[in-house]
């Protein structure tokens, strides 16, 4: 008596193993499957920058328009002042190409200049750019503190739309477990610096003790970071304004200082010496004409340094002697001098992150493998179960309780064994991966 040798065929040898788990393959691949489409001030300026923001002002909808464009099911949205980045997967269908960056291009309204500086990552080159980013290695100032939590929140938000799951989870959640280590095994988070910390230490440079009465504009992320470093700084914050009033007197309320809305400030007489302006406003919430205001108030010979950390700016450029502005865009030449200063750490920690890839790999190869020896494992029931099956079949009335019971459990037994051959395939077929890698 012969028990399906055409089914127990299909399962051992190389044809059936490759067609086995074919159904779940399209979400085993994690690492193939998963992509990022962005810009950031390492590869562009800040005017570039501030139109893909605009295009996307509200994330969670712009999420769920990438999702749709790009036919991916998770998106996560990255904005901040330094980087606008799309992180998707699909568990189905093609895998990422140059097509997906010219979709996002598309649902952005960028112009051809601006489309084409758009920068696509896909499959392990994606995960080493997400690591980058989230280790501040791509930042405008290496080693600052604040990516981590912004891209925690990015996944946070992408969370609660129901936008992440099995692709996108493991590789943000190892990346931030790299971002961690990072931040205690390299020298990077010995020499911190932030974009704060710069642009403060610049108005700490440019202004003698008795002037550094400090005006914040924005009760934001940013503006919180200021008000929190300000005395280290070696400024006192005396004037936090906002466009809500409320707002601006949660966040005055923490350093006593006073709070008022954006306009009533520049209307008043208050003499402004150092102004740091962080808001989300989508233009200028101070123009020319309003710092020339802030300009007048202070005696002869005396000027206004401003410092601006909003994309879009918050400043309107002008070219009176009497106000000096750094924006994010004259930060960044200053932060090339702090990169090189910082280059062994950056070693340290590129490394670390080319070994953290590698495991991530690896773990993604053995979730493919356990998916797959579980699919062989169903598979060998299913067939063995259908072929005891027949045991009903007239052909085999003559065989008694006893027999049968004693044929089922011979049949039983002996698909245990079999499904092993092809379970030890596949678990030589991921040493085999392995050890390529290793070699390499």
């Known amino acids: 008596m012969t028990i399906g040798a055409s089914a127990l065929d299909k399962l051992v040898t ?69 980087r606008f980045e799309v992180v998707f997967a699909r568990e189905e269908g093609h895998l990422p190409c140059e097509q997906d960056r010219i979709a996002v291009a598309r649902l952005l309204a960028l112009d051809v200049e601006l489309s084409s500086a758009l920068c696509l990552d896909a499959g392990l080159s994606a995960a080493r750019r997400l690591f ?48 961690k280590e990072v931040r205690t095994k390299t020298g990077l988070s010995h020499h911190h610096v932030s974009v704060v910390s710069l642009g403060m230490d610049q108005l700490c440079a440019a202004l003698p003790a008795m002037q ?32 809500s009033q409320e707002s601006a007197r949660r966040l005055a309320g923490t350093v006593a200082a006073k709070a008022s809305t954006i306009e009533e400030l520049l209307r008043s ?35 206004l340094f401003a410092l601006d950390l909003a994309v879009p700016r918050d400043l309107e450029h002008t070219d009176d002697p009497r106000i000096a502005i750094t924006d994010l865009e ?16 950056a070693c340290e920690a ?46 085999f009335t003559s065989l008694s309780i006893e027999q049968r019971r004693a044929v089922e459990e011979w049949a039983r037994q002996a698909f245990g064994r079999l499904e092993h051959a092809p379970i030890r395939a596949i678990k030589r077929w991921l040493e085999d991966n392995r050890h390529a890698e290793e070699n390499a």
């Open 14 to 82: 190389k044809e059936g193993l490759r067609s086995v788990g074919s159904r779940h393959r399209a979400g085993i691949d994690i690492v193939e499957r998963i992509a990022i489409v962005g810009l950031s001030l390492a590869r562009a300026n800040v005017n570039a920058l501030e139109t893909l923001k605009a295009q996307a002002a509200d994330l969670q909808r712009f999420a769920l328009l990438a999702a749709d464009e790009l036919g991916a099911s998770e998106v996560v949205v990255l904005s901040t002042c330094n």
């Open 132 to 179: 980058r980013i989230v280790c501040s290695l791509d930042s405008l100032v290496v080693g600052e503190d604040q990516i981590l939590a912004q891209a925690r929140a990015a996944f946070a938000r992408a969370e609660h739309q129901g936008m992440s799951g099995p692709l996108l989870s493991p590789l943000f959640q190892r990346a931030f477990q790299v971002g």
């Open 212 to 243: 550094r009465d400090l005006c914040v504009f924005g009760a934001g992320e940013m503006a919180q970071l200021v008000v929190k470093h300000a005395a280290s700084a070696g400024f006192t914050v005396r004037h936090v304004a906002s466009r």
């Open 269 to 303: 007489g208050s003499p402004v010496h150092a102004l740091v302006s962080a808001t989300s406003a989508p233009g200028h919430v101070a123009d020319a004409t309003a710092l020339r205001g802030l300009a007048d108030r202070l005696p002869a010979g005396e000027r």
């Open 330 to 345: 004259l930060l960044r030449a200053r932060a090339d001098t702090n990169r090189k200063s910082r280059a062994t750490a």
């Open 350 to 395: 590129e490394a670390l992150i080319e070994a953290k890839l590698e495991s991530f790999q690896r773990a993604a190869l053995d979730r493919r493998a356990a998916s797959t020896v579980a699919e062989v494992h169903g598979e060998s029931r299913e067939i063995a179960e259908r072929e005891l099956s027949s045991l009903s079949d007239s052909r």
